[in-house]
């Protein structure tokens, strides 16, 4: 069977809190149009339509949203987004829909829909309270943390699906063990720690990640995850999930660890269409939905110069017994991961090498 995604930005890059390292508020800052307002109902429908057009067989299609913050396009939008798909899908076409939120407008409407329409939803959550309530702030300056429990308490309520989405900051990485524990205490069981990245002009970012930092935290925090595991607690960690399958041979499973961009699908509120979520920037723009089809737009010169972009590597990959595993990583994460004279991966990989290609063994 096929498989098909699409990212898309209902509300551009609209947001109701002032997250300090926030990447998507950078890149639509340096953009000719930093917010394309809610996407009409019009949008909505052509998009929807040539997706589902683009499949006359079985394929498995995955809607997902996130923003800016998803949720202010408003409960209606997605409503009539769920009815227009099911007013157009064919027996051959399964759907998911999964969403990004920080969590603030959710209450039990915005649950129950959730729930009866089989979404996954990540919700935004850096940890304890005294990290998270430091860097996702409401305007002006007032802490988040304490509506973003209980959204997530709703979704236990109703038992949907949805896991944790913590953003791994400078000071975030001298906290593994803190972290950890806050983790087991509240028993989430699945969990993505994403690298905060530096500003697209400013690498002396004080919340990005640095390559030793990187290694630091997940040395430790790897350590007390496989004491969990060998105890029979599988917590899912994206980084593991990807790296430990890649020790036996796998095919990677997300498109950093590929060696290579492709295309992504995003999609903003306009229309316009970008391979990466990282490049949703006017020069990267492969065209609209409105105007093109979905398979068309993998034709663009734009999308082809993006793929064909030199990666910055270091050096230090040319020789490196992991660079079959790693294959030097996202370009545009790679920045927290190494530089020329040091690799946070690397490091991480030889250390704990034996466990990991035992624990892949296993699975």
């Known amino acids: 069977m096929k498989y098909f995604s699409v990212l898309i930005k209902p509300a551009s890059s609209k947001c109701n809190i002032n997250c300090k390292y926030c990447f998507y508020c950078d890149v639509a800052n340096i953009r000719s149009v930093a917010d394309y307002g809610i996407m009409s109902k019009e949008t909505t429908e052509i998009l929807i339509k040539k997706v589902l057009d683009a499949f006359q067989e079985e394929v498995t299609i995955t809607f997902a949203f996130q923003g800016g913050e998803p949720t202010v396009a408003g409960l209606s939008y997605f409503e009539n987004f769920i009815e227009i798909v099911n007013k157009n899908?064919?027996?051959?076409?399964y759907i998911n829909y999964a969403i990004q939120t920080n969590g603030i407008l959710l209450d039990d409407n915005w649950v129950r829909f959730f729930k009866n329409n089989n979404f996954l939803v990540g919700v935004s959550l850096d940890g304890f309270k005294q990290n998270h309530d430091s860097v996702r702030v409401k305007h002006p300056n007032k802490p988040t943390y304490d509506k973003v429990i209980k959204s997530i308490n709703l979704l236990k309520k109703y038992d949907v699906d949805f896991n944790i989405l913590t953003v791994l900051t400078s000071?975030?990485?001298k906290h593994p063990k803190k972290l950890f524990n806050y983790y087991l205490k509240h028993d989430f069981k699945y969990i993505q720690l994403i690298p905060c990245l530096p500003a697209f002009e400013d690498k002396e970012d004080e919340y990005a990640l640095?390559?030793?930092e990187f290694y630091k935290f997940y040395n430790v925090f790897f350590k007390l995850w496989l004491k969990e595991y060998k105890n029979g607690n599988y917590i899912s960690i994206t980084y593991f999930d990807n790296i430990i399958p890649l020790f036996i041979g796998h095919p990677p499973s997300q498109c950093g660890y590929l060696g290579y961009c492709s295309m992504q699908y995003i999609i903003e509120a306009d229309g316009s269409v970008y391979p990466c979520d990282f490049y949703v920037l006017d020069k990267y723009k492969v065209g609209n939905i409105k105007e093109d089809s979905i398979f068309d737009l993998l034709k663009s010169k734009i999308l082809k110069d993006f793929i064909n972009e030199p990666r910055i590597k270091s050096n230090r990959c040319v020789n490196c017994r992991y660079k079959n595993i790693c294959n030097g990583q996202c370009k545009r994460v790679s920045v927290c991961y190494y530089d020329e004279n040091y690799c946070g991966l690397?490091?991480?990989?030889?250390?704990?090498?034996?466990?990991?290609?035992?624990?892949?063994?296993?699975l």
Not at 89 to 93: A, L, R, T
């Open 346 to 362: 690397e490091e991480f990989m030889k250390e704990n090498e034996k466990e990991l290609i035992n624990i892949a063994r296993r």
């Open 171 to 173: 000071n975030l990485s």
């Open 89 to 93: 899908i064919k027996d051959y076409h």
């Open 210 to 212: 640095k390559p030793k």
